[in-house]
């Protein structure tokens, strides 16, 4: 039962332009939402964040949208650059446990190719 | 300076085996995780702990188990490892609970 979705495995871009990276959710308990950027043999770094009280966020060249009404949340980039490579992980948050328990479930990833 | 930090990065051992993974941060963060990265590519959620208090244990045979000494350690312990254990775990702390987590670079562990 995944409850955060990012159903694009990949995309390719190239260098300059916007990088549009998708999630979907299913549960309205999440109330605040990470974007993680992932390089090989490393952990996840923070990227960006919303809570669900805001419908965008933005840091620089990153910009978080958040349709609540939809479920749905992406990050853009712009523009893209070569170093941006990577794997974003769409993250939500929320007292969504078995038990009312408050976590953060991740999506799957979708790994992000800049070309130069 | 290293905010979380997890050894050893790799852990090749075999079936049956006990093995165990070390984790700190000096963050100051209350809340601690240990995730799993599975052949897939999920990263899922296995314990948090707050406080040194375990408030969250996902669907995870007892054969795991963390233990927090103090707010800056999490471990995990695994007894009795199995061949489906082999994955990327991850350990990341937070603060407060649910907003961005700083995680540590992983730990590959194959079980053989």
């Known amino acids: 039962d995944q409850q955060v979705k990012q159903n694009s495995p990949s995309l390719s871009v190239q260098e300059g332009r916007i990088s549009i990276l998708n999630c979907d959710y299913t549960?309205?308990?999440?109330?605040?939402f990470l974007w993680y950027k992932k390089y090989p043999a490393e952990g996840p770094t923070f990227l960006i964040s919303?809570?669900?009280?805001?419908d965008k966020n933005e840091d620089g060249r990153f910009t978080v949208f958040l349709n609540k009404s939809a479920k749905h949340l992406s990050l853009h980039i712009v523009p893209s650059q070569p170093g941006d490579s990577a794997v974003y992980f769409c993250?939500?948050?929320?007292?969504?446990?078995?038990?009312?328990?408050?976590?953060?479930?991740f999506g799957a990833g979708t790994r992000l190719f800049v070309k130069a | 300076d290293t905010a979380v930090s997890q050894t050893p990065k790799y852990l090749v051992t075999q079936m049956g085996n006990d093995k165990s993974i070390k984790c700190e941060q000096n963050l100051g963060h209350d809340t601690m995780y240990w995730y799993k990265q599975d052949s897939k590519k999920f990263l899922k959620i296995m314990f948090s702990?707050?406080?040194?208090?375990?408030?969250i244990n996902e669907t995870v045979p007892n054969r795991f188990s963390p233990k927090s000494p103090d707010k800056a350690h999490l471990n995990l312990h695994i007894n009795s490892l199995e061949l489906g254990d082999s994955a990327v775990y991850f350990c990341a702390s937070s603060q407060p609970l649910g907003t961005e987590a700083f995680f540590g670079q992983g730990t590959r562990l194959t079980v053989v």
């Open positions: 919303i809570s669900s009280i805001k």
């Open positions: 702990y707050n406080n040194k208090e375990l408030i």
């Open positions: 993250a939500a948050s929320g007292s969504v446990g078995n038990t009312g328990g408050f976590k953060t479930i």
């Open positions: 549960n309205s308990m999440f109330d605040y």
